[in-house]
């Protein structure tokens, strides 16, 4: 019994020393961590010389870190700051933001999407950069619905500063048009217009062999189906929430009509149904592959036809692809959504001055041209962006797009939940509609019925 | 049909069948790896070339996201956490098996309950208990490699002692009696006999405890942030908003399997037999 006492306590003393061992190696394993601090503790507060920015950006080009670091080595260079670029992932860039700006232990800057920007403001973890702005422009030196993006609703402050900007646009097939004996001049112009081209490229079966559809929209599976579903809601007079945001209206009479005209396309056989299977990224793969006439996607497929190494494409497709900017509908110009990301200064920060100099910097109208061409997006600001429109008529385009079509969504911390839950809707009303082919305004009303009831018990909740 | 004759197409029905369930379990990991050797056009458009397999994917992955990181972080924390799981699992499953001593039942019930909690419960209190500590104290785990190293081998030991409790209670009592008859003390007969003897039990358990820690995603997302990520998340940045490359994401797939494989086949003669042995002998 005393031997199996001993062996008892030897077990016991065996886990407490493996405990205490693997404490002291902690400490050794994030010494890095602490010289961090400590430098910047014992350096004078205007002495920004080798101090550590670490930025949060996630994976927006083919090799994201790489090339952020290579944009800010000037930087590096002019002021002795050093900036740590560390990627995160979309995935899990959410939860990433969110529990390091709640707990204080994250990086300095953060890239977040603009639509997030409220959420992450709410959280009371973010430096309001209001005073600053100025150095850069401040609204001025942006688009109105770009500048939006860093404010958030009923507070005064500015909580991020716009990095680049991207919008959504008709891509098309030259030859499939001239195929189908269509001007593009007018192929686009309305959503009239819109539909009777595509009953016209419904016709041309094939290009070169190659069987080819008239359109094709992800479904449920685009983490981005909001986005693309809103132009069309926007162009029919409808709005995803009341003026005072206190009240969802995706349920509007002028909502049912615009997301109709989504639903009449897939019921009409325009729109393939088969890609309302795939997510964003395979449709616009589809049409880089030849598989589609029509589609609407961001600047970045622009970009990627220049890349002799993006094998996506198919060689027709690469020599005919063109831009068109969003048909209007009956009351309006025709809306876009324009979104892209913001920089974020954390308040846990210790190294709030080097942060808002690296913020400067990439803020500068020449870095933001060089980054955005980079990534294929536009920058965020005018003056880079008007440049950026003339380069040709696909530019021309999207610049139209982002200055006058684009809209974003309400700066509401709770706006994320509210697009969560009109994305789980619109998914389905697209997936009845491959089932049933045309859907009455009563069956899409009862979907955005339900979208509707659970935005406003969300934006109850966070409200009370 | 003669008896003999039935019993031929019996066996051979059989063994079709085996061999139709083996191509099917088999067959997301040939795609995967046919999937590896493709171009991203190649993916993105369904036309597999086969017969002109390329590792352009497999070059371009350690580019595009530092997969060299999430592979060491994976393989140091994974190794460590299993090792000190089988450590611990040892002691204690020994002294459920051999040693009796007051509330063992209670001890028994206990570890086995642990695993009936939902181990997302306990993922915010271990947040902010990581986070107090890094605040408060000078003992860093968020983030670290030791943090996470400790999380696996809290979550996965309750489980590899009531495994070890099995393999000492499969192991005749009377060899570490003869041993102390022959004059070696209680933990000698343990280290000399006991643990030789269990082996087959160890391995298991090392490489179960691996295998888990290997694929765990929930909490190495919440309480890392860049330094300690593992392959569970480091696999997620393939896959962006504006683009997603498939080709370099299957090749990640297949060289983040390789040492799972590795592990399994160097160990697969003991864990096949430690697991059986755990599971009739108790």
């Given at each position: 019994?005393?031997?199996?006492?001993?062996?008892?306590?030897?077990?016991?003393?065996?886990?407490?020393?493996?405990?205490?061992?693997?404490?002291?190696?902690?400490?050794?394993?994030?010494?890095?961590?602490?010289?961090?601090?400590?430098?910047?503790?014992?350096?004078?507060?205007?002495?920004?010389?080798?101090?550590?920015?670490?930025?949060?950006?996630?994976?927006?080009?083919?090799?994201?870190?790489?090339?952020?670091?290579?944009?800010?080595?000037?930087?590096?260079?002019?002021?002795?700051?050093?900036?740590?670029?560390?990627?995160?992932?979309?995935?899990?860039?959410?939860?990433?933001?969110?529990?390091?700006?709640?707990?204080?232990?994250?990086?300095?800057?953060?890239?977040?999407?603009?639509?997030?920007?409220?959420?992450?403001?709410?959280?009371?973890?973010?430096?309001?950069?209001?005073?600053?702005?100025?150095?850069?422009?401040?609204?001025?030196?942006?688009?109105?619905?770009?500048?939006?993006?860093?404010?958030?609703?009923?507070?005064?402050?500015?909580?991020?500063?716009?990095?680049?900007?991207?919008?959504?646009?008709?891509?098309?097939?030259?030859?499939?048009?001239?195929?189908?004996?269509?001007?593009?001049?007018?192929?686009?112009?309305?959503?009239?217009?819109?539909?009777?081209?595509?009953?016209?490229?419904?016709?041309?079966?094939?290009?070169?062999?190659?069987?080819?559809?008239?359109?094709?929209?992800?479904?449920?599976?685009?983490?981005?189906?909001v986005h693309n579903l809103m132009p069309w809601v926007w162009d029919?007079?409808?709005?995803?929430?009341?003026?005072?945001?206190?009240?969802?209206?995706?349920?509007?009479?002028?909502?049912?009509?615009?997301?109709?005209?989504?639903?009449?396309?897939?019921?009409?056989?325009?729109?393939?149904?088969?890609?309302?299977?795939?997510?964003?990224?395979?449709?616009?793969?589809?049409?880089?592959?030849?598989?589609?006439?029509?589609?609407?996607?961001?600047?970045?497929?622009?970009?990627?036809?220049?890349?002799?190494?993006?094998?996506?494409?198919?060689?027709?497709?690469?020599?005919?692809?063109?831009?068109?900017?969003?048909?209007?509908?009956?009351?309006?110009?025709?809306?876009?959504?324009?979104?892209?990301?913001?920089?974020?200064?954390?308040?846990?920060?210790?190294?709030?001055?080097?942060?808002?100099?690296?913020?400067?910097?990439?803020?500068?109208?020449?870095?933001?041209?060089?980054?955005?061409?980079?990534?294929?997006?536009?920058?965020?600001?005018?003056?880079?962006?008007?440049?950026?429109?003339?380069?040709?008529?696909?530019?021309?385009?999207?610049?139209?797009?982002?200055?006058?079509?684009?809209?974003?969504?309400?700066?509401?911390?709770?706006?994320?939940?509210?697009?969560?839950?009109?994305?789980?809707?619109?998914?389905?009303?697209?997936?009845?509609?491959?089932?049933?082919?045309?859907?009455?305004?009563?069956?899409?009303?009862?979907?955005?019925?339900?979208?509707?009831?659970?935005?406003?018990?969300?934006?109850?909740?966070?409200?009370? | 049909?003669?008896?003999?004759?039935?019993?031929?197409?019996?066996?051979?029905?059989?063994?079709?069948?085996?061999?139709?369930?083996?191509?099917?379990?088999?067959?997301?990991?040939?795609?995967?790896?046919?999937?590896?050797?493709?171009?991203?056009?190649?993916?993105?458009?369904?036309?597999?070339?086969?017969?002109?397999?390329?590792?352009?994917?497999?070059?371009?992955?350690?580019?595009?996201?530092?997969?060299?990181?999430?592979?060491?972080?994976?393989?140091?924390?994974?190794?460590?956490?299993?090792?000190?799981?089988?450590?611990?699992?040892?002691?204690?499953?020994?002294?459920?098996?051999?040693?009796?001593?007051?509330?063992?039942?209670?001890?028994?019930?206990?570890?086995?309950?642990?695993?009936?909690?939902?181990?997302?419960?306990?993922?915010?209190?271990?947040?902010?208990?990581?986070?107090?500590?890094?605040?408060?104290?000078?003992?860093?785990?968020?983030?670290?490699?030791?943090?996470?190293?400790?999380?696996?081998?809290?979550?996965?030991?309750?489980?590899?002692?009531?495994?070890?409790?099995?393999?000492?209670?499969?192991?005749?009592?009377?060899?570490?009696?003869?041993?102390m008859v022959d004059g070696c003390t209680r933990f000698g007969a343990?280290?000399?006999?006991?643990?030789?003897?269990?082996?087959?039990?160890?391995?298991?358990?090392?490489?179960?405890?691996?295998?888990?820690?290997?694929?765990?995603?929930?909490?190495?997302?919440?309480?890392?942030?860049?330094?300690?990520?593992?392959?569970?998340?480091?696999?997620?940045?393939?896959?962006?908003?504006?683009?997603?490359?498939?080709?370099?994401?299957?090749?990640?797939?297949?060289?983040?399997?390789?040492?799972?494989?590795?592990?399994?086949?160097?160990?697969?003669?003991?864990?096949?037999?430690?697991?059986?042995?755990?599971?009739?002998?108790?």
């Amino acid at each position: 019994m005393r031997k199996s006492r001993t062996t008892a306590l030897m077990a016991v003393a065996l886990a407490v020393l493996s405990f205490f061992v693997a404490a002291c190696g902690s400490s050794s394993d994030d010494a890095g961590n602490n010289d961090t601090k400590s430098n910047s503790n014992a350096a004078p507060a205007k002495d920004l010389k080798g101090q550590t920015v670490r930025l949060w950006i996630m994976n927006n080009g083919p090799k994201p870190v790489a090339d952020t670091q290579n944009i800010v080595a000037p930087f590096e260079q002019k002021t002795g700051i050093k900036v740590k670029v560390e990627l995160v992932g979309w995935d899990v860039q959410l939860d990433r933001i969110r529990n390091a700006a709640v707990s204080g232990e994250g990086p300095d800057v953060t890239q977040a999407g603009t639509t997030q920007v409220p959420f992450f403001a709410a959280l009371g973890g973010f430096e309001n950069v209001q005073d600053k702005v100025s150095q850069i422009g401040g609204a001025s030196a942006y688009a109105p619905g770009i500048w939006k993006t860093s404010q958030v609703e009923g507070q005064d402050g500015t909580w991020g500063v716009p990095w680049f900007t991207e919008a959504r646009t008709i891509y098309y097939r030259k030859d499939a048009l001239q195929a189908a004996g269509v001007d593009p001049k007018t192929a686009f112009s309305s959503q009239e217009a819109l539909k009777a081209t595509l009953e016209k490229l419904k016709a041309v079966k094939d290009i070169g062999g190659k069987p080819i559809a008239p359109f094709g929209g992800p479904g449920k599976k685009a983490y981005d189906l909001v986005h693309n579903l809103m132009p069309w809601v926007w162009d029919s007079g409808g709005a995803e929430l009341s003026s005072d945001n206190k009240k969802s209206t995706i349920n509007s009479p002028q909502a049912v009509q615009g997301v109709k005209f989504a639903t009449d396309l897939v019921g009409a056989g325009l729109w393939d149904k088969s890609m309302l299977e795939r997510d964003g990224q395979q449709v616009e793969d589809q049409f880089k592959g030849g598989r589609l006439a029509v589609f609407i996607g961001g600047p970045w497929v622009l970009q990627s036809a220049k890349r002799a190494d993006d094998d996506t494409w198919s060689a027709a497709a690469r020599k005919n692809v063109g831009v068109a900017p969003m048909p209007g509908g009956a009351n309006s110009k025709g809306f876009t959504f324009i979104g892209g990301s913001n920089l974020m200064v954390f308040k846990s920060s210790q190294h709030k001055d080097a942060a808002w100099a690296l913020i400067k910097y990439l803020s500068d109208d020449k870095v933001q041209a060089q980054y955005a061409n980079l990534m294929g997006m536009f920058p965020a600001r005018l003056k880079p962006q008007e440049a950026e429109g003339t380069v040709d008529a696909d530019h021309e385009a999207f610049y139209a797009a982002i200055k006058d079509q684009g809209r974003s969504y309400a700066p509401i911390a709770q706006w994320a939940q509210v697009e969560n839950a009109y994305k789980n809707q619109f998914g389905q009303i697209l997936d009845e509609a491959a089932g049933k082919g045309q859907l009455s305004d009563q069956d899409i009303q009862s979907g955005l019925d339900k979208a509707a009831k659970e935005a406003d018990g969300l934006l109850a909740q966070s409200a009370g | 049909m003669t008896p003999r004759r039935k019993k031929h197409l019996t066996n051979w029905g059989l063994n079709a069948l085996t061999y139709a369930v083996l191509i099917v379990m088999l067959s997301p990991i040939l795609w995967l790896i046919a999937s590896s050797l493709q171009t991203r056009g190649q993916l993105a458009s369904g036309d597999y070339d086969l017969l002109h397999p390329t590792v352009s994917a497999f070059k371009q992955m350690w580019e595009s996201v530092d997969f060299g990181k999430y592979l060491t972080n994976s393989l140091i924390i994974c190794t460590a956490a299993a090792l000190l799981a089988t450590a611990f699992a040892a002691s204690a499953g020994y002294a459920l098996a051999r040693l009796p001593f007051r509330g063992q039942k209670a001890f028994g019930v206990g570890v086995v309950g642990t695993q009936l909690v939902p181990g997302s419960m306990f993922l915010l209190p271990v947040f902010l208990g990581f986070i107090w500590l890094k605040q408060n104290t000078p003992i860093h785990l968020f983030d670290t490699h030791i943090g996470m190293i400790l999380i696996y081998t809290a979550f996965f030991t309750p489980v590899a002692i009531w495994f070890m409790r099995y393999f000492f209670l499969a192991i005749p009592p009377e060899l570490e009696e003869a041993a102390m008859v022959d004059g070696c003390t209680r933990f000698g007969a343990f280290w000399r006999i006991v643990l030789p003897s269990a082996a087959p039990g160890l391995v298991a358990t090392f490489v179960y405890a691996f295998l888990l820690a290997w694929d765990e995603l929930l909490f190495v997302t919440a309480l890392t942030a860049n330094r300690a990520e593992t392959i569970p998340v480091g696999i997620h940045n393939f896959i962006g908003n504006y683009s997603e490359e498939y080709a370099q994401l299957m090749a990640a797939g297949v060289v983040s399997t390789i040492p799972v494989m590795l592990a399994f086949f160097a160990t697969q003669r003991w864990l096949v037999q430690g697991l059986t042995a755990g599971a009739v002998k108790g």
